[in-house]
């Protein structure tokens, strides 16, 4: 079910797959699909399974069936019909204007200023003029009207990667920095965007200025038509070569580029810990080694281009000389006249400078070729699986895991055959060693991972079948690596900023925000930084806790909350947990065994297994 929300998607293929419980892909299939202007369209069939389980009541198998959308080419073209259109029109006239420049050039030298005939050259002038000023006042339109086209494809291109980028899996963002990813998605989008460039588009145009000059220079001299085509094939050889190279060349180049970049972005990840150990030397010496790698990789680009510059100049140099040698000939033997040859040449350059636009073309796909197949690759990488089951958010759940099996690794095995369940109210703690696998739990429950085996329920549902962001929306979780946004202290609590102020109030005071508010300035407008840099630890942690109490979901999910908290602090976040959130289910992951007591179970992770140690509250 297909809803039309960008006006240039209206036509496309949906790809469909169809997944079992283990991730098997048993099924595929494409659809066409058309939506007409604020409409919505209905995409249905059969997908033939292979392999199928046989279903049965008490053996039910679970599928989940994946889908992504893709625009038809031509509905990229529809949505801008109106540009293309204005294109289309300044193009022929800008055709028409550059075709009768040279013939006017030759009227006012042989019939204007050889036969001294002073109105031919006014009138040959006027006409020039008139051309000229046309030429010039639809570069002016086509310059604006490239930019809206340049603009609007880089802007949906980018919100594409954007939207990608918040649905990848977790697994991505833990094999690159954040510096690393930026670069990579800012260098490809630029490039790929750049084929909306006016250079690019208006290559496509340069056949009708090509066409139009070897109609004037057909009309001109056919001799003098031989020098002008022979050149054609020596660029195509050279561009050819070039391309290769330079499509190398830029392969390199953004490999280099995003080595750099994630290197720089974890030196001033760690910028404390080279100031703590003087490593000062060290890393400016890495800087040097990596910027000199990026710049010699550079230099050989940049001589390519160069190289390619060098033989357009040789070749229409050369063309002219010989137009010169060969039209100062055909003067002296009387078949052309002077006009003609200066004439002829303005339309050489007319069909030269356009072909080596186009020839040029494979230079410059060769350079995007590189961002283009990576940007492919990272725009079809597996995201988060949603499902599409509804849920009431409203109602504690009843959670439950059953036999889940869990590795990070195939030689880290973390959790083996966990089962609990997390009855609506319940107050449970998981107790265990740093490592042990607390934390995993967590992550599976909240869908960062997928178990090996084994399944979650959600009131006697697999979660796998529930749409993935009502789901989320079960929990408030504070965790120790809680990030904070760049902003005051209200807007990393209110993330949404819609909050009630009475409410807010309230979650300030039971979080111990309040109180350390007094001490700024600016109050609940204090700035607190990069991860909330300006923020102790406790107070840090503080605020987290005060956005999970806004948020005011049913399952609270506490890993090692208290990190940072003094005594008394410490003491006051347990007794809101187990005391002042009756109605809510709490998980609370830690380290420490002591003010357990009033949990209704809590839970040892030890070597990969989850044992009650303990049931009712003491």
Not at 265 to 286: F, P, Q
Not at 303 to 328: H, K, P, Q, R, S
Not at 556 to 575: H, R
Request: proline share 3%; hydrophobic share 40%; charged share 25%.
């Amino acid at each position: 079910h297909l809803r039309n929300e960008n006006s240039s998607s209206t036509a496309g293929h949906i790809n469909i797959t169809l997944s079992d419980s283990s991730g098997r892909i048993v099924a595929k299939a494409k659809r066409p699909y058309k939506i007409h202007s604020k409409s919505e369209v209905y995409v249905s069939g059969n997908l033939k399974v292979d392999d199928p389980i046989l279903w049965s009541p008490e053996n039910p198998v679970l599928y989940t069936i994946t889908y992504q959308v893709t625009d038809k080419k031509g509905a990229i073209i529809d949505g801008y019909k109106k540009e293309i259109g204005i294109l289309s029109i300044s193009t022929i006239v800008s055709t028409v204007t550059v075709f009768l420049q040279p013939l006017l050039i030759k009227q006012i030298t042989d019939i204007g200023i050889l036969e001294k005939n002073m109105p031919q050259i006014v009138n040959g002038v006027a006409g020039l003029f008139v051309c000229v000023l046309v030429y010039l006042m639809i570069e002016v339109v086509q310059a604006k009207t490239f930019a809206e086209i340049h603009n609007s494809f880089y802007k949906n291109l980018y919100c594409n990667v954007f939207r990608k980028l918040l649905h990848l899996k977790k697994h991505y963002f833990q094999m690159k920095n954040s510096m690393e990813i930026v670069q990579m998605l800012q260098c490809d989008v630029s490039q790929v965007a750049s084929m909306t460039d006016r250079y690019v588009v208006m290559s496509f145009s340069y056949v009708f200025r090509v066409i139009s000059g070897l109609a004037g220079l057909m009309l001109l001299s056919p001799e003098l038509l031989c020098i002008v085509v022979i050149v054609i094939p020596v660029k195509y050889v050279l561009v050819k070569c070039l391309a290769k190279k330079r499509e190398k060349n830029m392969k390199m180049y953004i490999q280099v580029e995003q080595q750099f970049g994630g290197w720089l972005g974890d030196t001033i990840n760690t910028v404390e810990e080279i100031k703590l150990w003087n490593l000062y030397e060290l890393r400016k010496c890495e800087f040097l080694k990596q910027i000199c790698k990026s710049l010699a990789v550079e230099m050989k680009g940049t001589m390519i281009e160069t190289w390619n510059i060098f033989g357009d100049a040789v070749l229409e140099w050369g063309v002219t000389i010989l137009i010169y040698l060969v039209g100062g000939y055909l003067v002296f033997v009387g078949k052309i006249s002077i006009g003609s040859v200066f004439a002829f040449v303005s339309y050489s350059s007319y069909v030269t400078r356009p072909v080596n636009s186009l020839i040029d073309l494979r230079m410059h796909f060769a350079s995007v070729k590189p961002s283009a197949e990576r940007l492919y690759t990272f725009l079809n990488m597996e995201e988060e699986r949603s499902g599409s089951k509804r849920v009431e958010k409203e109602i504690s759940p009843i959670l439950e895991f059953k036999n889940v099996r869990f590795q990070y690794t195939k030689d880290r095995e973390v959790l083996k055959k966990v089962s609990f369940k997390l009855e609506p109210g319940e107050k449970v703690a998981i107790i265990g060693k740093n490592g042990s696998g607390k934390s995993t739990i967590l992550e599976l429950l909240l869908r960062f991972y997928e178990p090996e085996e084994g399944e979650i329920l959600c009131n006697g549902e697999n979660i796998k079948v529930l749409k993935l962001s009502e789901y989320r929306s079960l929990f408030s979780v504070v965790s120790q690596k809680s990030a904070l946004f760049l902003g005051d202290i209200v807007q990393n609590i209110d993330l949404e900023g819609k909050a009630d102020r009475q409410k807010l109030n309230e979650v300030l005071r039971k979080s111990g925000v309040k109180k350390y508010l007094q001490r700024f300035p600016e109050k609940e407008k204090t700035q607190i930084g990069d991860d909330g840099a300006f923020l102790s630890g406790g107070e840090r942690q503080k605020l987290v806790v005060a956005r999970a109490l806004l948020k005011d979901a049913p399952v609270m999910l506490f890993d090692e909350a208290s990190s940072g908290f003094d005594v008394e602090a410490n003491e006051y976040l347990y007794k809101i947990i187990t005391e002042e959130m009756p109605e809510k289910s709490v998980i609370f992951i830690t380290h420490h065994y002591d003010k357990l007591e009033k949990f209704d179970k809590v839970y040892l992770v030890k070597d990969g297994f989850l044992t009650e140690v303990r049931t009712g509250k003491m």
